[in-house]
């Protein structure tokens, strides 16, 4: 067992409506739950974050899929650590679409996160870190 945790950006290719999300997301957390693979997605204005809990090979192989898919680009690894546990246990894949009533209420991540570059994250991996741990308790189905 090597428990780790994977997390990237990238930008999406098209607009991605309400549906078009629910359907991803439907699909990929049937797959995830059957691979035992836990994390979230923040969605905000074109930008996706995610992050991916499992088996380190689990979350590897996912990541070359996730990273090849046409519907978003510029995917860009941020980070990939052991974990002693997962952060997001219950969620098969938790999920975020965030608007400017909710960036509002988040303190101190509200400036780069209204205008969110790959590059910023890279930089700053703990950030991102802070990022997912700001919305941890902000997910929906
Ligand atoms: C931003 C984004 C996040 C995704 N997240 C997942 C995910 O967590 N799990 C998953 O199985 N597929 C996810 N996908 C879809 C995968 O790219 C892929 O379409 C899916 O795993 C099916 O692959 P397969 O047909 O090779 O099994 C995501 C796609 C995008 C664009």
Redesign the pocket.
Same mark, same amino acid.
């Given at each position: 067992m090597s428990l780790n945790c994977l997390v990237y950006v990238?930008l999406a290719n098209q607009e991605m409506s309400d549906n078009h999300l629910q359907s991803?997301l439907k699909?990929?957390r049937e797959?995830?739950e059957k691979l035992s $693979?836990t994390?979230m !997605?923040l969605y905000r204005d074109g930008f996706?974050m995610?992050a !991916?809990e499992g088996e380190l090979k689990d979350i590897e192989d !996912?990541f070359n899929? $996730?990273s090849q898919?046409q519907?978003?680009r510029d995917v860009l690894l941020i980070y990939k650590k052991p974990i002693q546990q997962r952060g997001f246990p219950d969620w098969t894949?938790g999920f975020n679409k965030i608007d400017e009533e909710c960036l509002d209420s988040i303190d101190g991540y509200t400036n780069f996160l209204k205008n969110p570059t790959p590059e910023f994250f890279k930089q700053k991996a703990s950030e991102a870190e802070a990022v997912l741990d700001q919305f941890k308790h902000q997910l929906f189905f």
């Open positions: 990238s991803m699909k990929a797959k995830n $693979i994390g !997605l996706f995610q !991916l !996912l899929t $996730i898919d519907r978003h894949m």
